[in-house]
């Protein structure tokens, strides 16, 4: 499983081949203006939530690439009245194809689209392929819900917001590792904008402390789980 940033809480995903792209939002973001939509491949996109800096480039991406939009009904109904193919999923629900399969779990937030309509409940992902499990938390809050993961799936990485304000921050995002039962965090959805920005060596060293590694991965660059 090979594990690409492309800035925020977007990342692409390589299984085998097979690409899955989380969350696109990259050409609204100047920080990832290295990254040239054009050249993402995604056979597959996945989106936890409808705010607007995790679908901004779904259309286009899905458009480009013919990929299968994977999230929750209202957000696969709206853009499938833009072209859109998709397959609608709701929480404690999994899509299962040959190369993957992504179980829809709970998130604490909200999820209206950029115009103020409902787009559906928030969720996050667990990503399984074979002997590996990624869970993307989407952008929540701590809850209780994540020791609900461990339960099923032993996790080999996740994906967490650390940026605070709009998500958890960094200290609860210590106390998801513990929850979910993983070490090995891939921060995101910080210092992309004023209110998210934080201090990401004091980040590193509060997961350090407590013996769990937080992977801050380069915008444009990519990690083997
Ligand atoms: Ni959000
Ligand atoms: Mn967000």
């Known amino acids: 499983m090979k594990i690409t940033s492309y800035g925020h809480a977007c990342f692409g995903i390589e299984i085998n081949g097979v690409h899955i792209v989380i969350d696109p939002f990259i050409t609204g973001n100047p920080q990832a203006s290295n990254i040239d939509l054009d050249s993402v491949n995604a056979d597959y996109i996945l989106v936890t939530h409808a ?26 109904m709206h853009f499938g009245e833009k072209g859109v193919k998709g397959h609608p999923v709701n929480h404690g629900g999994t899509f299962t194809t040959e190369h993957f399969t992504a179980k829809y779990v709970n998130a604490v937030h909200t999820s209206s689209f950029p115009d103020g309509t409902y787009g559906g409940q ?29 339960m099923t799936t032993n996790l080999t990485a996740s994906i967490l917001p650390i940026g605070d304000n709009f998500t958890m921050g960094v200290d609860d995002a210590v106390i998801a590792t513990e929850f979910v039962e993983c070490n090995k965090v891939i921060g995101c959805h910080y210092n992309t904008f004023p209110p998210i920005e934080i201090d990401t060596e004091k980040a590193k060293e ?11 991965i380069e915008i444009g660059d990519s990690i083997n789980l």
């Open 51 to 76: 705010h607007q800096d995790h679908i901004l480039d779904v259309e286009a991406l899905a458009k480009k690439t013919n990929a299968l939009l994977i999230s929750n009904y209202e957000i696969v």
């Open 122 to 150: 928030p969720g996050g992902f667990v990503i399984t392929a074979g002997d590996k499990s990624l869970y993307v938390a989407g952008d929540t809050a701590l809850t209780m819900d994540m020791k609900l993961i461990p």
């Open 206 to 216: 509060k997961f350090s402390n407590k013996e769990k590694e937080l992977i801050l």
